[in-house]
């Protein structure tokens, strides 16, 4: 069964966007894009909620048009554009890029859509994963801790009320000092 994995990048005071929505300070340089395509190439789709998707929306369908584009930047646009997407969205009618639009989280839908053959579901969005955190859906998580403080804005964990117990799988640090946290939930 595939497996449902919260990507994101983190502040390290627990910001995965400063005031207005700022991410001006992520520290994604080559050797990091590097990986994260790689690991993504291997998906078997992306959940999004309506922000997320608007903001990759906004940029990757194009982003290697560009020809001061980096060819990081052109893999991921690539990957981004081929990979079937999910948007939840209480407000969008249609979207394009391979992409199904869907209201809201059913639990049993999203099980029926892990349980279809392909590779892991990559999740991103705080709201969303607050969402499917709250029905128990997600499986591991990946969060890439950046080495800045920024003061404010919207938390990766809403407070939830609930333990969720976790067993680190592995870590790396990257040259630029971000370290990929990479975690499975305890068996219950």
Do not use: C
């Not at 929505?21 to 789709?45: F, K, P, Q």
């Not at 194009?62 to 081929?82: S, Y």
């Not at 892990?114 to 709250?134: E, W, Y």
Request: proline share 5%; aromatic share 8%.
């Amino acid at each position: 069964m595939r497996k449902i994995i919260l990507m994101m990048s983190v502040s390290l005071d627990g910001y995965i966007e400063g005031p207005g929505r700022d991410i001006g300070w992520h520290r994604v340089d080559d050797e990091l894009h590097r990986s994260l395509n790689a690991y993504l190439a291997t998906m078997g789709g992306f959940l999004d909620g309506r922000v997320t998707h608007e903001l990759m929306a906004g940029y990757w369908p194009t982003a290697d048009a560009d020809p001061a584009a980096a060819e990081t930047v052109k893999e991921f646009a690539e990957i981004w554009r081929e990979m079937p997407k999910t948007v939840y969205s209480r407000t969008l009618d249609r979207t394009d890029w391979n992409t199904t639009v869907v209201r809201e989280v059913v639990p049993e839908e999203v099980r029926a859509l892990k349980a279809r053959p392909g590779g892991d579901l990559s999740l991103g969005g705080a709201n969303l994963a607050a969402s499917f955190m709250a029905h128990g859906l997600v499986d591991e998580f990946r969060i890439y801790v950046h080495p800045v403080l920024i003061g404010g804005g919207t938390p990766l964990f809403p407070a939830a009320g609930a333990t969720v117990g976790l067993d680190l799988v592995e870590s790396r640090t990257f040259g630029n000092g971000v370290v990929q946290l990479h975690y499975r939930r305890t068996p219950e």
